[in-house]
């Protein structure tokens, strides 16, 4: 049976560089980054290294790097401790964030009162900026804005530096969940002006468990996790050493790789959507896939022409073929709910047919695209 990766929005899979540097760290360096001796520098050497790479990447000062267990944690350390620390009073996100930021911001609404205010949604799935700065305008207290760069579910890209300039006209902080863009885009935070990012590792082909969230410098933000000093103070904790330096060579590599992996897999995608529109009548795509200057190179969101009596099985059969694939983030699976992102902006006759998200790496091909199509095609005789 074949077997084809189509899920690499959810998570990639390990480069050998990154596997192999991480094996050398687990057997060549066993020591505790916090301790004095010659062993505990040696490990603490490699962090810091790797703190200076991705803030080279990034352009940013490595002290405005912390690392964390992920984009999770990233996301709220900088939300919760923005309500805490920095005496924001008013969240404004949209409703097709990520849950990380999303049931943060209900929890803070919930348990600190904190006014939360929803951006709107275009039918294309965008933000609506024109919303968020009326938001803006009428907001007479200490606002944070959280909006993500690259949806997770749709692919459409946030204009990062019309945000940023709108949260600096109004005196507001900006967060921006940036899992899927750290390590697919050149991103240069010294000209855009964003305030805090959270990113993770294994969503370009790093590990599992490690992330980091950048941290604008003089933000002021404290840990939310208590122990020893780490990171600064911003984050109490042994350091996993061996994740954090492959999580610099997986980011190294995709420096290293980014042009020509890129055209590849805008290859991918764009093939794959030619051959669904010529192979499969009533096929429809959600979000800003048309335009690839509004929409990541990374994923394509698929509304397909599945009766409803069949749609339930369409991920089953796909996965018996070896299709690995979604309806949505992976942090939700075995939701029965449907896609809160697609429930933001679709309407009701889109939402009754399948939605099936497909995310590619420069490991796929079109041979895959092939097959994944002809399966589609024999799910829907």
């Known amino acids: 049976m074949n077997q084809v990766y189509f899920d690499n929005a959810a998570t990639t899979a390990l480069r050998p560089e990154v596997i192999d540097r991480m094996v050398e760290v687990m057997r060549e360096v066993p020591g505790n980054p916090s301790s004095t001796h010659a062993v505990g520098r040696k490990a603490k050497s490699i962090i810091e290294q790797a703190r ?14 912390i690392f964390t267990s992920g984009g999770t944690e990233a996301d709220n350390l900088i939300i919760n401790s923005a309500i805490r620390d920095l005496d924001v009073k008013h969240i404004i996100t949209s409703p097709i964030e990520h849950h990380a930021v999303l049931h943060t911001v209900e929890h803070l609404e919930e348990r600190f009162q904190v006014m939360v205010s929803m951006v709107r949604i275009k039918e294309c799935g965008s933000v609506d900026l ?14 944070l804005i959280s909006l993500m760069h690259i949806n997770n579910e749709i692919g459409n890209l946030l204009d ?3 945000v940023s300039n709108l949260a600096r006209t109004y005196n507001a ?15 240069n935070l010294s000209e855009i002006k964003v305030d805090f990012i959270a990113a993770a590792a294994h969503k370009f082909h790093g590990p599992k468990g490690v992330g980091f969230a950048f941290l604008r410098k003089n933000s002021k933000i404290k840990s939310l996790i208590f122990g020893g000093g780490q990171e600064r103070g911003s984050r109490a904790g042994t350091e996993a ?26 290859e991918i995608k764009w093939y794959f959507k030619e051959q669904l529109e010529k192979n499969i009548p009533g096929v429809s795509f959600n979000g800003n896939c048309h335009d ?37 983030s992976a942090c939700q699976s075995g939701s029965d709910q449907g896609s809160h992102v697609l429930n933001a902006f679709l309407p009701q006759d889109k939402l009754d047919r399948p939605s099936i998200r497909f995310s590619f790496s420069h ?17 829907l005789k």
């Open 292 to 328: 690839g200057s509004l929409s990541t190179y990374t994923l394509l969101n698929v509304c397909l022409p599945v009766p409803p009596e069949k749609s339930l099985m369409l991920l089953f059969q796909l996965d018996l073929k070896g299709i690995a694939c979604s309806k949505g």
């Open 130 to 143: 024109d919303h968020l700065e009326e938001l803006l305008q009428s907001s007479d207290t200490k606002t």
């Open 173 to 187: 902080l900006f967060h921006s969940d940036m899992v899927q863009s750290v390590g697919h885009f050149d991103l």
């Open 52 to 65: 200076k790479t991705i803030a080279n990447y990034l352009h940013v000062s490595p002290a405005e790097i």
């Open 241 to 266: 050493v061996h994740n954090i330096a492959g999580m610099e060579t997986a980011l190294i590599k995709a420096q290293e790789n980014l042009t020509e992996e890129r055209k590849k897999i805008e």
């Open 160 to 162: 990062l530096e019309q």
């Open 363 to 379: 490991e796929n091909t079109k041979e895959e695209v092939d097959y994944v199509v002809q399966s589609l095609q024999d799910f």
